[in-house]
Structures are given as structure tokens and as C-alpha cells.
């Protein structure tokens, strides 16, 4: 273990079955992250299953992924994909550890910091099947607004076609000009939420077109571990 993180908690990532790239920022590369993690992988949950179709058919393959984990260590647990928000109720009390079902979890307290006028938005990977459950689920308003990325792009096909090779510079321009596109429907939006954690990497080029606030599974999860292990401070007695 690299010594930085020897008195951290470990936080274990119930990952997608997938084989797309993982670039630095992405949740399943391990240097995203300074902080210990296990990532173990649920067999059957691609991402198109748990996209668009019904992930509560996934419920026990990813119970059982979660309790290897916690008997391995893991202290809290969280998944690879915002649309699991829909399990949040029912793994959290199966698996009996602090859990992390999704980005979109933090909409209701970044609301919380912006002035009343401002609302947060959200950037999905697939505006078509992110429901109200989805932010029911979370406690967020079933009005925030919402924006896609195009479903024959490059982003999308990359991830729901699981596909070895990624066009990084296509992928950015897509998702910044979503997110532009998002900020001008909607002018009210204060900040953005990443509900797909594989957009994590591109947060700061997002900030830097729409000129707001960005949270991402990065931004999530950090809080998250910081609550599992929160520092220590050495004060002069």
C-alpha cells in the first residue's frame, strides 16, 4: 500500500463490467484517487443494462460484490454509475455500511450553498432515462433541469457500445458543449452535477465554458472518505 494512505479508510467501488478506457479522473482508474480503494467488478451489470434497462435486476449481484468488500476491509462503499441511484434505499440497508449509490446524491446540498435564485443542473449521459425516480431517489427536485450528450456520440457510443478505444477530444467537445447548451436553456443554473462518473475527467474544462461550480463522482467521493477517516491534527500541548 503506498504509505500516503496507510491510516486511510478504504472505500470499496462496485464497478460496471466494462472495457472502455478509464483516463486519469475517471472512477476506475486507482490514481484518481489518494485514498486507498478496491474496485471489484459485478458480473452482468453493463452499462447498457444499467442505463436502460432495469438495474433492480442486478440487486443481488451487487449485494454480493458489496459484502466481499466490506468482509476485504472496506469501511464505506460506492458504485460506478450515477443511474444506480435507484438502488441506493435497498443496499444501504442490505450491505450495512455508509454507501454512495451516485453522483446526483449531492444535488440537495449544493443547492443548499447557492443563493435562492440559483439552481444546480445536471449533465447525464442519457437525458432519455434519468427519471424523477432517479432524483426522488436522491432527494433532489424532480424539476432540476437536465441536459444529454448526444446518443450517437462519440461519449455515449464509447460507453454503451463498450467500446477498447476513446476519442478523447470528441468527448470533450461534447460534453462542454452540452454543458453550454445546458446554462443557456436554463439561466438560472448556479452549478453542475456529473451524473456519469466517467465525465469526471472533463469537470474543469466543463467550468471552464459555463463559468460555474462543477461536482463530479471525484468531488463526491472525496467528501464521502473524508467523513470515513476524517484528518488528524497534531496541536502543540
Known amino acids: 500500500m503506498d504509505p500516503r494512505h496507510a491510516d486511510k479508510a478504504t472505500v470499496g467501488i462496485m464497478m460496471l463490467e466494462t472495457n472502455f478506457p478509464r483516463p486519469l479522473g475517471d472512477i476506475g482508474n486507482e490514481q484518481t484517487w489518494d485514498f486507498p480503494v ?41 458504485t460506478s454509475c450515477g443511474f444506480l441511484a435507484l438502488m441506493q434505499e435497498p443496499l444501504k440497508d442490505a450491505l450495512g455500511v455508509p454507501f454512495a449509490s451516485s453522483p446526483l446524491m449531492q444535488l440537495p446540498m449544493i443547492e443548499a ?52 478505444e476513446m476519442d478523447f477530444i470528441a468527448c470533450r467537445m461534447e460534453i462542454c458543449e452540452t454543458a453550454k447548451r445546458l446554462i443557456s436553456n436554463h439561466s438560472n443554473i448556479g452549478a453542475i452535477v456529473l451524473e ?42
Open 113 to 164: 450553498t447557492l443563493p435562492s435564485r440559483h439552481k444546480a443542473g445536471i449533465l447525464t449521459i442519457s437525458e432519455e432515462s434519468l427519471s424523477s425516480a432517479h432524483l426522488r431517489a436522491v432527494g433532489a427536485r424532480t424539476t432540476t433541469a437536465v441536459a444529454g450528450l448526444p446518443k450517437a456520440g462519440s461519449f455515449a457510443g464509447t460507453i454503451f457500445e463498450d467500446k477498447t
Open 38 to 78: 478496491q474496485m471489484r467488478i459485478v458480473d452482468g451489470a453493463s452499462a447498457k443494462k444499467v442505463v436502460h434497462e432495469n438495474p433492480q435486476a442486478l440487486l443481488d449481484a451487487f449485494v454480493g460484490v458489496g459484502r466481499e468488500l466490506v468482509s476485504d476491509g472496506c469501511t464505506g462503499l460506492a
Open 196 to 237: 456519469c462518473t466517467n465525465m469526471a475527467p472533463y469537470a474543469m474544462d466543463i467550468s471552464c465554458v459555463t463559468g460555474r461550480p462543477v461536482h463530479s463522482i471525484v468531488s463526491f467521493l472525496n467528501w464521502f472518505q473524508a467523513g470515513l477517516e476524517p484528518p488528524r491534527f497534531y496541536v502543540k500541548t
